[in-house]
C-alpha cells in the first residue's frame, strides 16, 4: 500500500515510509544527546524489533491530514496480521493493547510469544535485489518484514537466499539501524540449500508474504479451528468420530516436507507422541507459532491462501447419503435405502449404526469406507430386525424347512441360524449341541442359559463356599478369599449372615511395636551421629536427611510415632531447626578460618558458611560471641 504524505512528497511503501518516519522524528531533535527512545516515545523505553510498541504516540505525533492511523501502522508495519488468525480472540485484544498504549502497561511475555517453539533469527536479514531495487525505485533501501521473520531464508520474489547482516535484533530496540551500505557490505549468505529445499524455502516464504497482507481479514484461532477441522477430514487424518490420527499425521508430513527441511525450521520430531502436531490438535487453544501453521496448512490446502479463501467439502467417510440395506429378505437388499447413521460407543470404541426402516436390521461399521466397497464388505450385524426373524419362523415352521436350507435360502450361515431358532423358543434348549466354527477343534458348546434367580445364586455360591471349606481343612479366611473371588464378593454383599457363621474366624496379627521402636531407634541414633560427625560444612540433620540415612519410614508417620515413644522422643530432641543449623555452620566457619590463620571477620564467616547476608544479620550477635569466645 502506498501512501502520500505531506511531510515526504515522494510516494513510500508503508514499511520504508515507517523507518524514514522514525529516522526524521530523530533528527528533528539533537539525536547526539537524546537518545532514539527519548524522541520517538518521550522517555527512555524500548520497543522489540518485531514486536512493535507505543504505535499511538507516534501517530499522535502526525499531522492529521496525513492520513495514518494506529490501524493501518499495524496492518501494515508490524507482525500482528503474520499471528492474527493463529491467536485467539482475547490474545488478539492484548497484542494490539500492547502496540497501541503510550505507557508499557503490558509485558511482552504476557502475549505468550516469548517461549514459543520456533526457529531463532537472531540477525537482520535481507535481499540483495530487493535492496538494489529499492535503490532504484525509492531511492533508499529498507528493512523488509518478511526477511526478518523465523525460518525466512528464501527471497520467494527474486529466488534468491537471503543475506544476513552482524546488527542484532536486541541492539535495533534501543538504537535506529537504516540498511546502508556499511551493514550490508559486511552480511554473510543465510546458507546453501539443495533444489528440493530451496523450493519449499520458496513456498514458504511466499505463504508468509501472504499472510502478512491478508492474514487479519480472516478473524481469530477460533475461526482457523473451524477450518482445520474440514481439512483433517478431507486428508483423510481424522476419524469419523472426530479423533485426529496423530501417528499418521506425523509420518505423512515428514515424508512431505523431509527431515532436512524440518531440521532446519526447528519442526523435527523423530516421536510422534512428543511432536509439535500433538501439541495443535490436542490443546488447540495453546499459542504455537504461525510457522508451524503454515507448515500444517500448506500440507492440508496446498498453501495458505487456498487454505483460508476456499472452502473445504465436508467430508463424508461413509459416502454420499442413503445408505445401502444388507437384508437379504428385504425387497429392498443392496439397495439405497437408510437416509442416516449415528455415531455410537461399542465397547469403548465409536461405531457407525445404520438403521433399515423397512426391515429394521441395524447393523454397524467401525472404520470409514468408500461406497463402492460397501457392496461387497459385508458389515457386522448387530439386530437383524422382525422382517428376518418372521422369515425364519416362516420357513422353520411354516415350511418345514431344515436348517440348512433355511440358511441358503436367508444367506447366512447355519450357525446363525440354530442360534436365533434357539432364542425364538422354535428349536428347544435342552439338549442343542452346535459343533464350533473353528476347523482346529471340534468340540461342542452350549446356548447361553437364562439368567439365575437371586435363589439360585444363593444356593450356588453356597455350595461352592462350603465344597472350598470342606476340602482345604484349617484354611485361613484370606486364602479362601484368593481362591472363590466371586462367591465370597457375592456372599458378603447379598448374603452376610450366612457368610460369617460358616468362614473361618479372621486371625489378626499383632505386631511388636515396642521392639521395633528400639530398632529403628538404634538406626536413627547412628545416622544422626554420621551426620553430626560429617566432614566438610555441616549438613542439616533434618527429618528427610534421617530417612534417606535409614530408609525408615516410620519416621515420617506421626501414627507411626506415637506407637514409637522412645524414636520420637530422640527425634524431638535432636532434629535442627534452619537457625540451630546456621549456627552450627557458623561455628564450623569460625574453627576452619582460625585454623588456616586467615582473618576472622563477619563477612569471611557468611561466605565460609555459605549463609545469605539477608539470613546471616540476626545470626551476627552469635558469631560475635563465638569469636570472643
Not at 68 to 78: A, D
Not at 191 to 203: D, L, S
Request: glycine fraction near 4%; charged fraction near 25%; hydrophobic fraction near 35%.
Amino acid at each position: 500500500m502506498v501512501k502520500n504524505s505531506p511531510l515526504f512528497p515522494t510516494p513510500y511503501p508503508d514499511e520504508l515510509f515507517y523507518s524514514v518516519l522514525c529516522r526524521y522524528m530523530i533528527r528533528v531533535g539533537n539525536s547526539k544527546t537524546r537518545s532514539v527512545s527519548q524522541e520517538l516515545y518521550g522517555s527512555r523505553k524500548k520497543s522489540n524489533v518485531l514486536f512493535s510498541r507505543f504505535i499511538d504516540r507516534i501517530v499522535s505525533m502526525l499531522p492529521p491530514q496525513s492520513g495514518f492511523t494506529s490501524e493501518l501502522f499495524i496492518r501494515n508495519t508490524t507482525l500482528y496480521p503474520y499471528f492474527a488468525p493463529f491467536i485467539s480472540a482475547e490474545r488478539s485484544k492484548t497484542f494490539l493493547e500492547y502496540m497501541q498504549a503510550e505507557e508499557a502497561i503490558i509485558e511482552f511475555f504476557a502475549l505468550g510469544f516469548g517461549k514459543q517453539r520456533q526457529p531463532r533469527n537472531e540477525y537482520f536479514r535481507f535481499c540483495k535485489s530487493c535492496w538494489s531495487s529499492d535503490i532504484e525505485i525509492y531511492g533508499e533501501p529498507y528493512w523488509h518484514r518478511l526477511h526478518q521473520l523465523p525460518g525466512i531464508k528464501v527471497c520467494h520474489l527474486h529466488a534468491e537466499s537471503l543475506f544476513e547482516t552482524p546488527m542484532n535484533f536486541l541492539s535495533g530496540a534501543s538504537s535506529f539501524y537504516a540498511a546502508s551500505s556499511g551493514i550490508i557490505e559486511t552480511a554473510v549468505p543465510c546458507g546453501r540449500f539443495n533444489n528440493a529445499v530451496f523450493e519449499k524455502f520458496m513456498a514458504l516464504s511466499a505463504d508468509t508474504a501472504w499472510l502478512l497482507k491478508n492474514g487479519f481479514l480472516f478473524g481469530s484461532y477460533e475461526n482457523t479451528l473451524s477450518r482445520y477441522d474440514s481439512w483433517f477430514n478431507r486428508a483423510g487424518v481424522k476419524t469419523f468420530q472426530g479423533k485426529t490420527r496423530n501417528q499418521e499425521l506425523h509420518s505423512v508430513l515428514l515424508e512431505y516436507y523431509g527431515a532436512d527441511f524440518l531440521q532446519l525450521l526447528n519442526a523435527y520430531d523423530e516421536r510422534h507422541n512428543a511432536s509439535w502436531t500433538l501439541r495443535m490438535v490436542q490443546n488447540p487453544h495453546s499459542p504455537t507459532h504461525p510457522i508451524y501453521h503454515i507448515l500444517m496448512t500448506r500440507f492440508l490446502a496446498g498453501s495458505v491462501q487456498k487454505f483460508f479463501e476456499q472452502n473445504c467439502e465436508t467430508s463424508l467417510p461413509f459416502g454420499q447419503s442413503p445408505w445401502l440395506c444388507h437384508n437379504p429378505v428385504c425387497h429392498k437388499y443392496l439397495e439405497e435405502v437408510i437416509e442416516k447413521f449415528e455415531a455410537n460407543p461399542y465397547k469403548g470404541c465409536m461405531h457407525a449404526r445404520f438403521e433399515c426402516p423397512l426391515c429394521g436390521m441395524v447393523y454397524r461399521r467401525k472404520k470409514a469406507m468408500p461406497k463402492s466397497e460397501q457392496f461387497t464388505r459385508r458389515p457386522k450385524v448387530v439386530d437383524y430386525g422382525h422382517l428376518w426373524n418372521m422369515t425364519l419362523r416362516l420357513c422353520l415352521v411354516g415350511k418345514k424347512m431344515t436348517a440348512r436350507e433355511t440358511s441358503r435360502f436367508m444367506k447366512c450361515d447355519f450357525y446363525t441360524v440354530n442360534h436365533h431358532a434357539a432364542k425364538m423358543g422354535i428349536i428347544p434348549v435342552d439338549g442343542l449341541h452346535l459343533l464350533t466354527k473353528s476347523k482346529k477343534t471340534s468340540k461342542s458348546i452350549t446356548l447361553e442359559q437364562l439368567p439365575l434367580s437371586k435363589k439360585e445364586l444363593r444356593l450356588k455360591y453356597r455350595k461352592r463356599w462350603l465344597e472350598l471349606i470342606q476340602t482345604n481343612p484349617g484354611i485361613i479366611r484370606s486364602r479362601l478369599i484368593d481362591l472363590e473371588p466371586v462367591a465370597h464378593s457375592w456372599l458378603r454383599k447379598n448374603d452376610l449372615t450366612w457368610f460369617e457363621k460358616n468362614s473361618p474366624l479372621v486371625q489378626y496379627v499383632s505386631f511388636d511395636w515396642a521392639t521395633c521402636d528400639i530398632e529403628t531407634l538404634e538406626k536413627v541414633r547412628s545416622a544422626i551421629e554420621t551426620l553430626r560427625m560429617a566432614d566438610g560444612r555441616p549438613k542439616r540433620i533434618s527429618r528427610k536427611a534421617v530417612l534417606d540415612a535409614t530408609c525408615c519410614h516410620r519416621i515420617t508417620n506421626k501414627e507411626y510415632l506415637l506407637r514409637m515413644p522412645l524414636t520420637a522422643a530422640y527425634l524431638n530432641e535432636n532434629l535442627e531447626s534452619e537457625e540451630n543449623w546456621r549456627k552450627r555452620k557458623i561455628v564450623w566457619a569460625i574453627n576452619e578460618l582460625y585454623e588456616n590463620g586467615s582473618r576472622l571477620t563477619l563477612s569471611k564467616i557468611a561466605t565460609k558458611s555459605a549463609i545469605s547476608s539477608q539470613m546471616f544479620k540476626p545470626l551476627a550477635a552469635f558469631a560475635l560471641e563465638c569469636l570472643q569466645r
